[in-house]
Each structure stands twice: as structure tokens, then as C-alpha cells.
């Protein structure tokens, strides 16, 4: 009997060339002299952690996040990805995705991605709008996002994501309707859609206290969505989680098998991962730990041969169970009954019961007796379902 485990494995990658007004993710800019030192620190970091989890583990997917992972030069991307195939054995179907910028980015660097194992792309588009683009500081026009995808094509890319944002300040719904046309017009195998979130600590929320940007408005966001779903629809698109929409894959034509990302169906299906890099987090054995954020400090441990974990958590069972119910709501087949009693050993409505009757009264959540889901209306008010399912 096979006693093979399925891992996924996440590396963040924290440079940029600017930083974006709006981003609230661990990146830095102007950090380029940490390239060299920090691709030794990654390195190092995979093989310790191959080396702690002592075989019996193959990865079934791999992301390469950020940050853009592809503003680190090629052969220090190609370095890591060959460290990886040292330490870890993959499975034949193995998912590798990058992120990536429709700025600076050629096809000679795709096509050394794409021969370093790289599988699948992901570039952030964001907006088919160069006022919406400039005034989210991003450096790509609209026409650079064709070409970066006609590039991708030629380096050999089949499967290829288009990260959209919508609920932008001043966005209007005939902008998003255009961003949304012209995405659908490059034909990606995956579109994923945020609505803009408005955090501490980035300059975006200074712009907007001092009045130099609008607030988005949320009932135009939500109209924004609800034209997404019927858009997307009409396209040939599947929309499987909140914000994910894909193509059936080629071999079957039907909507059952889509192009989704693997990756990231680790995280919906509650299911092991291991991230590696500055600010990492990792959900593994129980419990959920992340790795310090300042990619300094964190080549200078690795350096030392410290541990780089910054803090974790322990999940117990109440936690695990409700953050598998959320999770699994987040996709559109929503959480079979069947898999949380294999998982847990109780059934869903001995633990559940009572608030996803309460949630399917107030025409948030389908129940057809096998599985439970998050109606159109619920995926608008997700979190009022999600906060009454926490212990
Ligand atoms: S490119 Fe992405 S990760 Fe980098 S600063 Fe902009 S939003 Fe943040």
C-alpha cells in the first residue's frame, strides 16, 4: 500500500520593484543587494525542512508568491527551483506557479521559467485602465498585460491566471465592465478577482484620510461582483470559489475537471502546507506557524542556522472543524457532508446544525442533504456566515 502524503509547498519571495499604494503584503522595494544572500538563505531553508519532514512526503504543488517572484533574477529563481528538485521528490502532475508582473518581465525569462519547471503563471493585471493602474501605482499599462500574456504563450505557457481588482476608489461599473472584456479578450485558462481592501499601514488608507482618494463604495463592489459572475459565466468560465473563475481543462470539455488552482484548493480543503521564506506561513501537524517578516533578519538566522519560525498556534478540533466548514464554503461545491465525517468523525449537523439551519433561513447557505454551500447572496455576506461558524 502506497503510503504516500500530497504537500504543498509555498515560497515567498519578498522583492518588488515599487511598492503598490494599496499592498499590504510582506514586500520590500530597493532591496536588490539582498538577492544573492537571500536565494542562499531559501536554498537553505528547503533543504532544512526536507530534512525535518524525513521523506514520505511528495509535493503535489508548489507556489512561488510574493512579492513578484520574477523581479529576483532568473538564475537565482532557477537556483531555488533546482534546490527543490534536490530535496524533494513531486508528483507526476506536479503544479508549480509563479507570480509575475506584466512590468519587465520578456519572454526569455519566461521561457528560462518554463525550463526551470515552472507550470503555470499568474500575472497581476489588476486593470485594463491606465488611470485605475497609475493611481494603484502599478507600473504596467493595459497594453503590457496582452503582451506579457502573448509572451507567456510563446515561452510555452498553457496554463495561465490574470489577477483583476475591482471596488476600486472611483472605479466605475462601465471600467470594470471594459477590465472584464479585456481580460476574457486574452483568453487565461483562470481569473482571480479581489475587491480592493482598504488596510492599515498602507498609503492608500493616509490618501484617503487626508481626502486625496475616495472610498470605495460597497454596494457598487457588490454590483461590480454580480456583473463578474454573469460576465464570466457567458465566457465559458467556472467560478469555483469566491474569488476564482476557471476554463474546463481541454481532455474533458465539461465543467467537472477545471484548470483551478491546485494550490490554492489546498488551502479551501483545509489540507497540510509548508511556506518557506520571510513571513511564511505553514499549516502542518496540527498547528499553524509563520516565519519572522524581515527578509534581513531572516538571512542573517538562516546564516546562523537559527530558527526562523517567528510564532505558531496549535489548532484543536473545534478551530480545525469550523475553519474547514469556512473554508469549504468558500467553493462553490461547498462542503460535503460525507467528507467532514470521514475527516472528524462526527457528522456536520451534530457540531453545525444549528447555524447553518439559522444562515439557509436567511437565504445565505444551500443545503441539498449531501452538501452545504454559500447561495450568490451568501458569497456577497460571506463573512456574516463565517464569524457565526467560529467556536
Ligand atoms: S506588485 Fe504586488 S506584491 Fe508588489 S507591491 Fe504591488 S501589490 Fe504588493
Redesign the pocket.
Known amino acids: 500500500m502506497s503510503t504516500e502524503k500530497r504537500l504543498s509547498l509555498y515560497l515567498h519571495i519578498p522583492f518588488?520593484s515599487?511598492?503598490?499604494g494599496?499592498?499590504h503584503?510582506n514586500?520590500y522595494e530597493g532591496l536588490e543587494r539582498l538577492f544573492e544572500p537571500f536565494t542562499a538563505a531559501l536554498r537553505a531553508e528547503v533543504a532544512n525542512t526536507a530534512q525535518r519532514l524525513a521523506g514520505g512526503w511528495t509535493l503535489g504543488t508548489i507556489f512561488l508568491g510574493?512579492?513578484?517572484p520574477t523581479h529576483l533574477p532568473l538564475t537565482h529563481l532557477a537556483s531555488i527551483m533546482r534546490s527543490l528538485r534536490e530535496q524533494f521528490r513531486g508528483t507526476d502532475d506536479i503544479e508549480i506557479t509563479s507570480e509575475s508582473?506584466p512590468s519587465h518581465i520578456s519572454e526569455g525569462y519566461l521561457a528560462g521559467l518554463r525550463e526551470a519547471g515552472v507550470n503555470r503563471i499568474s500575472f497581476?493585471a489588476q486593470a485594463f485602465d491606465e488611470g485605475l493602474l497609475k493611481m494603484l501605482?502599478?507600473e504596467h499599462s493595459a497594453a503590457q498585460i496582452g503582451e506579457a500574456v502573448r509572451q507567456a504563450r510563446r515561452a510555452g505557457f498553457a496554463n495561465l491566471n490574470l489577477d483583476l481588482m475591482y471596488g476600486l476608489p472611483a472605479q466605475t461599473l462601465a471600467q470594470w465592465s471594459n477590465s472584464l472584456d479585456a481580460a476574457i479578450a486574452l483568453a487565461p485558462e483562470h481569473l482571480s478577482l479581489y475587491a480592493l481592501t482598504i488596510d492599515e499601514g498602507t498609503a492608500f488608507i493616509k490618501r484617503v484620510q487626508k481626502g486625496l482618494l475616495p472610498e470605495p463604495d460597497p454596494d457598487l463592489a457588490a454590483d461590480m461582483y454580480l456583473l463578474a459572475v454573469e460576465r464570466l459565466a457567458g465566457a465559458g468560465f467556472h467560478q469555483y470559489e469566491i474569488s476564482n473563475w476557471a476554463r474546463p481543462a481541454p481532455s474533458t470539455g465539461s465543467g467537472l475537471a477545471l484548470l483551478a488552482s491546485r494550490h490554492n484548493l489546498t488551502y479551501w480543503l483545509n489540507e497540510p502546507y509548508i511556506g518557506l521564506g520571510p513571513g511564511a506561513h505553514s499549516y502542518f501537524a496540527g498547528r499553524r506557524f509563520w516565519n519572522l517578516l524581515a527578509p534581513q533578519v531572516y538571512i542573517e538566522k538562516m546564516r546562523r542556522g537559527e530558527s526562523v519560525v517567528a510564532d505558531g498556534e496549535t489548532i484543536g478540533p473545534s478551530l480545525e472543524q469550523a475553519e474547514t466548514v469556512i473554508l469549504g464554503l468558500r467553493l462553490n461545491e461547498g462542503l460535503a457532508r460525507d467528507r467532514f465525517y470521514r475527516r472528524f468523525g462526527v457528522p456536520l449537523d451534530e457540531v453545525f446544525g444549528a447555524t447553518l439551519r439559522q444562515c439557509a433561513g436567511w437565504g445565505l447557505v444551500a443545503d441539498d442533504g449531501e452538501r452545504v454551500c454559500l447561495t450568490t447572496r451568501g458569497r456577497l455576506l460571506s463573512n456574516e456566515v463565517f464569524q457565526r461558524l467560529l467556536p
Open positions: 518588488c515599487t511598492r503598490c494599496y499592498c503584503f514586500t510574493g512579492g513578484t508582473n497581476g501605482d502599478r
